[in-house]
């Protein structure tokens, strides 16, 4: 049982270049999220999902799009990225609302 | 709406102290709360969550907390600071629904 885990685990990007992170979560979660921990703000939720094909904006959502096609994975999309979405980016899941949320390992991102 | 106050950015204390971390919440509805802790470059763990069942929670590694309804509080204590104990500790509240309000962190210096 891995738990959450997030690929790739650092990435150095120049302005304008696009990629995807992947999470995958083997404890058959309803709900998945990504959240960028910046210093000082705590977790910031970037979109979410409730459900295999669903995702939602959430408080951050702005130069990042996801996808949720199978239950176990929740792709987040950078399509061209800024020096402002240099940071840490860390997935979650959880099984529904109220219970304790899963993280995974947390991607290091830099845009230089 | 809900919201969680992290009072202390950083917190220090010597080996074998109390640890005190303290968490305050506002939700208009019953809450539910949890401590996580991260460590240098990893995720964040559950240390302990309040689900209305017992206002004094347990956790793991001896950590436990006291949900305050009258004063809104969730503070994380631990009778006892080891050297392991340093790392950066988040308050979060949900009301039950997908959305998870993380506080902005304490980070705990445990001094020889």
């Known amino acids: 049982n891995a738990g959450v885990t997030q690929t790739p685990k650092f990435r150095v990007l120049k302005t304008g270049q696009s990629m995807t992170l992947l999470c995958a979560q083997d404890?058959?979660?309803?709900?998945m999220y990504w959240y960028r921990q910046d210093p000082g703000m705590g977790l910031r939720l970037i979109h979410y999902s409730v459900g295999e094909g669903t995702t939602a904006k959430g408080e951050v959502p702005d130069g990042y799009n996801v996808s949720r096609l199978k239950k176990q994975n929740f792709l987040l999309g950078l399509e061209s990225a800024a020096p402002s979405q240099t940071s840490v980016y860390f997935c979650?899941?959880?099984?529904?609302?109220?219970?304790?949320?899963?993280f995974g390992p947390g991607t290091r991102l830099t845009v230089t | 709406a809900q919201s969680v106050t992290q009072l202390g950015s950083h917190v220090s204390v010597s080996e074998g102290a109390l640890v005190l971390l303290r968490c305050n919440y506002s939700?208009?509805?019953?809450?539910?709360l949890f401590w996580y802790v991260q460590y240098p470059n990893q995720g964040l763990q559950l240390l302990l969550k309040?689900?209305?069942?017992?206002?004094l929670v347990k956790g793991i590694n001896g950590f436990e907390a006291e949900f305050k309804k009258s004063e809104t509080s969730f503070h994380l204590t631990k009778p006892s600071a080891h050297m392991s104990d340093a790392a950066e500790y988040f308050c979060a509240v949900t009301s039950g629904t997908y959305k998870y309000i993380f506080g902005t962190g304490t980070r705990l210096k445990v001094l020889a």
């Open positions: 939700s208009s509805v019953p809450p539910y």
């Open positions: 404890m058959n979660h309803e709900y």
């Open positions: 309040y689900t209305s069942a017992a206002t």
């Open positions: 979650a899941s959880t099984r529904t609302g109220g219970n304790e949320q899963y």
